[in-house]
T-cell receptor
Framework: KQEVTQIPAALSVPEGENLVLNCSFTDSAIYNLQWFRQDPGKGLTSLLLIQSSQREQTSGRLNASLDKSSGRSTLYIAASQPGDSATYLCAVSSSGSARQLTFGSGTQLTVLP | GAGVSQSPRYKVTKRGQDVALRCDPISGHVSLYWYRQALGQGPEFLTYFNYEAQQDKSGLPNDRFSAERPEGSISTLTIQRTEQRDSAMYRC??????????????FGDGTRLSIL
């Protein structure tokens, strides 16, 4: 059974810092990995999706990498802003159950002005 | 509307009552998913549909939970004889096509269910 772990559970940084969020998964047989952002009382917003054949994806100040063989992904946020404060969730779509996503518990990020 | 719509946003009910949660996916989206999210955790898969066919219900916790999507669009998740442990955020997501997950799932804002 696929398990996804995110470290740290919470992170607080001053505005302007670059930061890295970590995600690990136990079964490397995946179709893709997604990073989501969750704001209180809102739905999940997909930030980046990395196919299993890809090594990284970039969108603006966000860069996500994938090392499938070691079961790891990182989300890099450059020049953090208070508006980046949210919970960031990592989710994998495993080969044995291609449709469902297995989520980590998230990293709660606070960017201090 | 442009996004996935869920109703009601909040539902408070007494233990033992039945509840029905509704999901209206993005127009034209083939696949629809239900997840349940406890406080401080990530969502957990419950079930999913392609068109009107329920493809996988392995995540439904017991037979009090059921879901349908009779016309391949709106879906209803029903919980019978609710228990306090059913309290959670219930999230719906849709994606445009079936097959391996090549595209992100689009999530609604969820229904917060509280069982008293």
């Amino acid at each position: 059974k696929q398990e996804v772990t995110q470290i740290p559970a919470a992170l607080s940084v001053p505005e302007g810092e670059n930061l890295v969020l970590n995600c690990s998964f136990t079964d490397s047989a995946i179709y893709n990995l997604q990073w989501f952002r969750q704001d209180p009382g809102k739905g999940l917003t997909s930030l980046l999706l990395i196919q299993s054949s890809q090594r990284e994806q970039t969108s603006g100040r966000l860069n996500a990498s994938l090392d499938k063989s070691s079961g790891r992904s990182t989300l890099y946020i450059a020049a953090s802003q208070p508006g980046d404060s949210a919970t960031y969730l990592c989710a994998v779509s495993s080969s044995g159950s291609a449709r469902q996503l297995t989520f980590g518990s998230g990293t709660q990020l606070t960017v201090l002005p | 509307g442009a996004g996935v719509s869920q109703s009601p946003r909040y539902k408070v009910t007494k233990r033992g009552q039945d509840v029905a949660l509704r999901c209206d996916p993005i127009s034209g989206h083939v696949s629809l998913y239900w997840y349940r999210q406890a406080l401080g955790q990530g969502p957990e898969f419950l079930t999913y549909f392609n068109y009107e066919a329920q493809q996988d219900k392995s995540g439904l916790p017991n037979d009090r939970f059921s879901a349908e999507r009779p016309e391949g669009s709106i879906s209803t998740l029903t919980i019978q004889r609710t228990e306090q442990r059913d309290s959670a955020m219930y999230r719906c997501a849709s994606s445009p096509r079936q097959g391996p997950s090549m595209e992100p799932q689009h999530f609604g804002d969820g229904t917060r269910l509280s069982i008293l």
